[in-house]
């Protein structure tokens, strides 16, 4: 089934107006499957390999069936008082934000496959207690990640902070984990590889080295080609989901994001034939033209799978 747009009547307003890239929709996804009977409401969009849900995450989650989903990649607000959208709120106390924070997650753990991934993106003072909190879930911890960030402002009497912390735990022994290899490292001056690997470089893998648990070459999403004009929120390198989305799944395993923000997780799952499933509660419009329109780049990634 085609999507049909309605132009504006007014004559100017069709000069100006830039028509979105008309795609051909055959068959699309079904998220009944994966709901329980008492839930009505229908997904604002739809496409082939997805869905998406204009609401609270909490109005959503509790009623996705008992391990259905393969894998939960959340980047919920940080509690910093920042302007996102009308519906979000991000100016809690601490214990309110965590018991908040603790409520989704035990939903998003509850919705895991046995063998399911969950990755949460957030500030390491955070995830410090959510993750004690996974593994009183009974949840198995895999990794820490820290992703560098290359822009912050030193804090009066503290360190520098220079990561975000993105933590890795799953539902007993994980049920996919893809070996990822990164390129070499090498001199953008002079093209010459940066280390001798103690002499063994020889030895390694053609493909590249493994990756680490500290991620230094993640881009930042400054620049418009990157995200909508229409969110001014920070958005996520689409370079943090593609690892994320490839080393815990395969093709046709089911993702979900419960705070889907400039929907990098969907469009990354639509490249990878990956199922999922958004929740979005202020930008679902937002993320609905990113999916449509094609207008917004995705970082290059190098990266080697193994299969």
Same mark, same amino acid.
């Given at each position: 089934?085609q999507?049909?747009?309605e132009?504006?009547?007014?004559?100017?307003m069709?000069?100006?107006?830039?028509?979105?890239?008309?795609?051909?929709?055959?068959?699309t996804?079904?998220?009944?499957?994966?709901?329980?009977?008492?839930?009505?409401?229908?997904?604002i969009?739809?496409?082939?390999?997805?869905?998406l849900?204009?609401?609270?995450?909490?109005?959503?989650l509790?009623?996705?069936?008992?391990?259905?989903?393969?894998?939960?990649?959340?980047?919920?607000?940080f509690?910093?008082?920042?302007?996102?959208?009308?519906?979000?709120h991000?100016?809690?106390?601490?214990?309110e934000?965590?018991?908040?924070?603790q409520?989704?997650?035990?939903?998003?753990?509850? /919705?895991?496959?046995?063998g399911?991934a969950? *990755?949460?993106?957030?500030?390491? &003072?955070? $995830?410090? #207690?959510?993750?004690?909190? =996974?593994?009183?879930?009974q949840?198995d911890?895999?990794?820490w990640?820290?992703?560098?960030?290359?822009?912050?402002?030193?804090?009066?009497?503290?360190?520098?902070p220079?990561?975000?912390?993105?933590?890795?735990?799953?539902?007993g022994?994980?049920k996919?984990?893809?070996?990822?290899?990164?390129p070499?490292?090498?001199?953008r001056h002079?093209?010459?590889?940066?280390?001798?690997?103690?002499?063994h470089?020889?030895?390694m893998?053609?493909?590249?080295?493994?990756?680490?648990?500290?991620?230094?070459? /993640?881009?930042?999403?400054?620049?418009?080609? *990157?995200?909508?004009k229409?969110? &001014?929120? $920070?958005a #996520?390198?689409?370079?943090? =989901?593609?690892?994320?989305?490839?080393?815990?799944?395969?093709?046709?395993?089911?993702?979900?994001?419960?705070?889907?923000?400039s929907?990098?997780?969907?469009?990354?799952?639509?490249?990878?034939?990956?199922?999922?499933?958004?929740i979005?509660?202020?930008?679902?419009k937002?993320?609905i033209?990113r999916?449509?329109?094609?207008?917004?780049?995705?970082?290059?990634?190098?990266?080697?799978?193994?299969?």
């Amino acid at each position: 089934m085609q999507k049909t747009i309605e132009l504006p009547t007014d004559s100017a307003m069709q000069k100006q107006w830039k028509q979105p890239v008309f795609k051909w929709h055959g068959k699309t996804f079904e998220a009944k499957p994966y709901l329980k009977d008492s839930f009505v409401t229908s997904p604002i969009y739809s496409s082939a390999l997805g869905a998406l849900f204009s609401e609270d995450c909490m109005k959503v989650l509790p009623f996705i069936k008992d391990g259905v989903v393969d894998t939960v990649f959340a980047d919920p607000p940080f509690n910093l008082g920042k302007q996102y959208g009308r519906n979000t709120h991000d100016r809690r106390s601490d214990e309110e934000y965590l018991a908040w924070s603790q409520a989704w997650l035990s939903e998003c753990v509850r /919705i895991l496959k046995p063998g399911g991934a969950l *990755f949460l993106y957030n500030l390491p &003072k955070w $995830n410090v #207690l959510f993750g004690a909190y =996974l593994t009183q879930l009974q949840m198995d911890f895999r990794h820490w990640i820290a992703i560098e960030i290359s822009a912050c402002l030193p804090i009066p009497g503290r360190l520098h902070p220079s990561h975000y912390s993105l933590l890795y735990y799953t539902k007993g022994k994980p049920k996919v984990f893809r070996r990822i290899r990164t390129p070499i490292e090498t001199c953008r001056h002079c093209n010459e590889e940066i280390k001798d690997y103690g002499g063994h470089r020889g030895a390694m893998n053609p493909k590249g080295v493994t990756l680490k648990d500290v991620w230094t070459d /993640i881009p930042p999403v400054r620049h418009w080609k *990157f995200k909508s004009k229409n969110r &001014k929120a $920070n958005a #996520l390198s689409t370079r943090i =989901l593609s690892r994320v989305i490839e080393m815990s799944t395969v093709s046709g395993d089911l993702v979900l994001d419960p705070f889907g923000g400039s929907g990098t997780t969907f469009v990354v799952c639509e490249e990878k034939n990956r199922h999922w499933i958004g929740i979005e509660i202020d930008f679902a419009k937002e993320i609905i033209d990113r999916l449509e329109c094609d207008d917004i780049k995705s970082h290059k990634n190098h990266d080697y799978v193994e299969e």
